[in-house]
């Protein structure tokens, strides 16, 4: 047989990688301004006609090229970023393929005017499907200009496939916008059809955010900052209460790249656990720097994926950050009370001890005949202040008065100055309605239950050494063998809310201790419902375990809607309720309470 192995031709190599670089006109708009970026441009001007069908034009004032350069610029592999398969891991530079101007040139009408700051004359070249219609010399400013015209027009299937100039304007906008968010003290502008988009100056990151994306979004931003060995992470987030039914406005950066990772996303968005409205999702523009060789950004030839040697250490300092910073910054209720911004986040799990054996208290008075609900469905109810649940705690003195200090804070603030009295009432078994200067409120006492307890288990988890009760009498309990095999692999995080285990065997668990917070016969509901909701989350890091397991538990001990309660336990719903970081949401998002204004009842009455 002969052979029928055929090297093929350059341009036909060039459409097929044109394929992969080139999707749309909104990736010529990046590999362009990406090169002018690299050619060390302080000015970048983007031209578009038509959604970028007929023209993408980058004019730039960056360091140019000589004549041989220009020449070569075209040609595959051709790229003056790196020079060796080392290189890949000590990137510095968008560019390393030397493909893009290879696949535009195989795919469109280009035309490059490009000339050097000491150079006398620029080089001009056109070509067109790869092949070079003119190159002759021109007079030019110093920098690049690169207009792609006609698009795909050697490719109809292409073509014809490109989306409205609606939809591709704003693919377009969109990569314009990644581009510009990373690199504010370049100056940008972007001209559709001759009408002029965007003027972008340079400015620092905060302006730059807001440049982009209207001034509203200065009052919503909350600062990020932290520096550790493995990562640097600055940027910004949304405050919760600005977040939105749409995805949009979502940018991580990588080492001065766009890039995708669900992963990291995750790490974000679970941050705002409990403080978003399901269905809403947080903004955010987060930029994280890490070490060049500890990335690998050639997985993709568009370079929006990369892969991490350490993305769970990535993913648990992201998420750390986060919530810290919301905790900080993030603390005005929707209502008029003031408090105060410089608390600290209790869910100090960085100071916990990770594997401290629980205290063991034995409840001397336990009577197992004894069905004592109501105490149990609110623990705090009578003269048990809740705090003093916590006086036998062997805890570090600073870790006491850390607490106190945010009782005194807080309940100083709120009490004195806004609650204008202390009486309550309950309607309808499920609404505790109480007055503060400005108005009312209705409080769902569920969901601010919930809310009480969600922090309060937090807490304990976290920062706290949990209390325990012995069981007089061991509970058998059964599950299946995954279960059981699920429980042996939170057991310690179990044990850190209270939790005492004799044995975890093939399908039993045997129960010895419980915590002070919860009674006998929830034991089996409360671990039924733990996991379940962790088989529903994505337990990657400890800390979203620890999480899921506060919420839950808060989800089952909360009182419920239906109950009656004394004018002592509605006063402790609202006095806690208050004391909580976040008292407007329960764990799970929904509003904890709403409020209504006497100026707004006024108005009902036509006062
Ligand atoms: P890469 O960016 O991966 O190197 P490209 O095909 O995008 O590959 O560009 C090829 C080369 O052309 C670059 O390495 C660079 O040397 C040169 N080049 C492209 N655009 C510009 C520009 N705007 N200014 C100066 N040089 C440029
Ligand atoms: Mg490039």
Redesign the pocket.
């Given at each position: 047989m002969s052979d029928i192995i055929q090297l093929l031709p350059d341009h036909v190599a060039n459409q097929i990688a044109a394929g992969e670089v080139v999707q749309r006109p909104a990736s010529v708009v990046k590999?362009l301004l990406e090169?002018?970026i690299?050619?060390d441009a302080t000015s970048i001007k983007l031209l578009i006609k038509d959604a970028g069908k007929s023209l993408i034009q980058v004019i730039?004032n960056?360091?140019?090229?000589s004549e041989t350069?220009a020449r070569l610029?075209f040609e595959r592999h051709?790229?003056?970023?790196i020079r060796c398969a080392e290189d890949l891991f000590q990137l510095n530079t968008k560019?390393?393929?030397?493909?893009?101007?290879?696949s535009i040139a195989a795919i469109a009408h280009v035309e490059l005017k490009?000339k050097q700051e000491q150079q006398e004359l620029g080089s001009h070249l056109k070509i067109e499907g790869s092949e070079i219609m003119l190159q002759d010399v021109i007079s030019t400013s110093k920098g690049?200009s690169?207009a792609v015209k006609n698009l795909f027009y050697n490719i109809p299937a292409r073509r014809n496939f490109l989306k409205s100039n609606q939809v591709e304007t704003r693919h377009i906008i969109d990569e314009f916008q990644r581009v510009v968010l990373v690199h504010p003290t370049i100056s940008f502008s972007l001209y559709h059809n001759e009408n002029e988009v965007y003027r972008l100056n340079n400015c620092n990151l905060r302006q730059r955010i807001v440049a982009v994306l209207g001034k509203k979004t200065n009052e919503k931003l909350i600062p990020i900052n932290e520096k550790t060995d493995v990562l640097e992470l600055t940027g910004f987030v949304s405050k919760p209460e600005y977040s939105k039914k749409k995805r949009g406005e979502q940018f991580f950066f990588v080492n001065q790249r766009f890039i995708k990772n669900p992963y990291l996303h995750h790490a974000i968005v679970s941050a705002f656990d409990g403080l978003l409205s399901s269905g809403y999702h947080p903004s955010y523009f987060l930029y994280l720097t890490v070490p060049t060789n500890t990335i690998d950004i050639n997985i993709h030839p568009t370079k929006t994926e990369v892969k991490f040697d350490n993305e769970k250490i990535l993913y648990a300092i992201i998420r750390s950050t986060v919530k810290h910073s919301l905790g900080q910054y993030s603390v005005a209720p929707a209502i008029d009370f003031n408090r105060d911004a410089t608390l600290d986040t209790p869910y100090n799990f960085k100071n916990k001890k990770i594997y401290s054996e629980p205290k063991i208290e034995v409840n001397r008075d336990f009577n197992p005949f004894k069905n004592d609900h109501k105490v149990t469905a609110f623990p705090y109810s009578k003269n048990q202040d809740w705090e003093s649940l916590y006086v036998d705690i062997k805890a570090p003195i600073s870790e006491i008065r850390n607490i106190e200090v945010k009782h005194e804070i807080i309940e100083s603030n709120l009490f004195d100055s806004d609650r204008v009295s202390s009486k309550t009432f309950q309607i309808h078994g499920k609404y505790i309605i109480s007055t503060i200067k400005s108005g009312v409120i209705f409080i769902n006492q569920n969901l601010a239950h919930q809310r009480i307890l969600y922090e309060e288990f937090l807490e304990t988890i976290t920062v706290k050494e949990a209390m325990s009760q012995q069981l007089l009498f061991p509970l058998d309990i059964h599950f299946s063998k995954d279960d059981v095999q699920m429980i042996r692999e939170i057991q310690g995080d179990l044990e850190s809310t209270g939790f005492l285990f004799d044995r975890i065997e093939d399908e039993t668990i045997i129960v010895k201790g419980i915590p002070t917070t919860i009674n006998e016969s929830q034991v089996t509901i409360i671990i039924e419902q733990l996991l379940d909701d962790i088989k529903n989350e994505i337990p990657d890091a400890s800390f979203s375990q620890l999480d899921v397991m506060a919420k839950s538990m808060a989800k089952s001990l909360a009182i419920k809607n239906g109950a009656y309660l004394s004018k002592e336990e509605q006063e402790n719903i609202v006095e806690h309720l208050f004391a909580c970081k976040e008292s407007n949401h329960s764990p799970f998002g929904k509003p904890t309470f709403i409020s209504m204004e006497t100026k707004d009842i006024d108005k009902k009455f036509e006062l």
């Open positions: 590999e090169n002018a690299d050619a730039d960056g360091k140019g090229m350069d610029s051709a790229t003056s970023k560019g390393f393929r030397g493909e893009a101007l290879a490009t690049t690169i």
